[in-house]
């Protein structure tokens, strides 16, 4: 059974910091992979996608593949409080379906 | 654009009552997900709909039914509530990679 891996934390970092989650799945042959974001309550949002290995920036946000040792990371520069939350790590499994991993909570401490 | 919308927001059953979540998307998206979240296991995929017209099981789909009514809505019944079905519900929609998802419903069954 294919499957996605990660640390359900808490990760605690301090305000300012960078903030690293990882992320390893079973699949060799998955090609797409993506980071969702979930406050308390509320519903995942989709916050970076990455296709090829190597690093892909977007504001505060960089995420890293690595498709030879199969992780995904996703870093975090100069944490706010505001990014506390849940990061959900997903990888395609097929041409329609996601799979999941069950989420690392992170936390920013001011 | 309102994105994906669903309804309820909030639901309470008796064992063995039956209800229908409601799923719309106005974002043209030809492929429609019902994930459920439960504490620690992320999001787990119940069926999905890869276009207009077709419908396929995904990883739980055991006790739930659904219809893809047309492009735009994709509705998820229980037709004999269990306890086992206390979770969050969650509708997504794609059109490629990426996912998006609608607000979710909380369902409690006593």
């Known amino acids: 059974q294919k499957e996605v891996e990660q640390n359900s934390g808490p990760l605690s970092v301090p305000e300012g910091a960078i903030a690293s989650l990882n992320c390893t799945y079973s699949?060799?042959?998955?090609?797409?992979f993506f980071w969702y974001r979930q406050y308390s309550g509320k519903s995942p949002e989709l916050i970076m996608s990455?296709?090829?290995?190597g690093d892909k920036e977007d504001g505060r946000f960089t995420a890293q593949l690595n498709k030879a040792s199969q992780y995904v990371s996703l870093l975090i520069r100069d944490s706010q409080p505001s990014d506390s939350a849940t990061y959900l790590c997903?990888?395609?499994?097929?041409?329609?379906?996601?799979?999941f991993g069950s989420g690392t909570r992170l936390l920013v401490r001011p | 654009n309102a994105g994906v919308t669903q309804t309820p927001k909030f639901q309470v059953l008796k064992t063995g009552q039956s209800m229908t979540l409601q799923c719309a998307q106005d974002?043209?998206?030809?492929?429609m997900y019902w994930y459920r979240q439960d504490p620690g296991m992320g999001l787990r995929l119940i069926y999905y709909?890869?276009?207009?017209?077709?419908?396929d099981k995904g990883e739980v789909p055991n006790g739930y039914n659904v219809s893809r009514l047309n492009k735009r809505e994709f509705s998820l019944r229980l037709e004999s509530a269990a306890p086992s079905q206390t979770s969050v519900y969650f509708c997504a929609s794609n059109q490629g990679s990426e996912q998006y998802f609608g607000p979710g419903t909380r369902l409690t069954v006593t």
């Open positions: 990455i296709y090829s290995n």
């Open positions: 699949d060799r042959v998955s090609q797409s």
């Open positions: 974002m043209n998206h030809n492929s």
């Open positions: 709909s890869a276009s207009e017209g077709t419908t």
């Open positions: 997903a990888v395609k499994e097929s041409s329609y379906k996601l799979i």
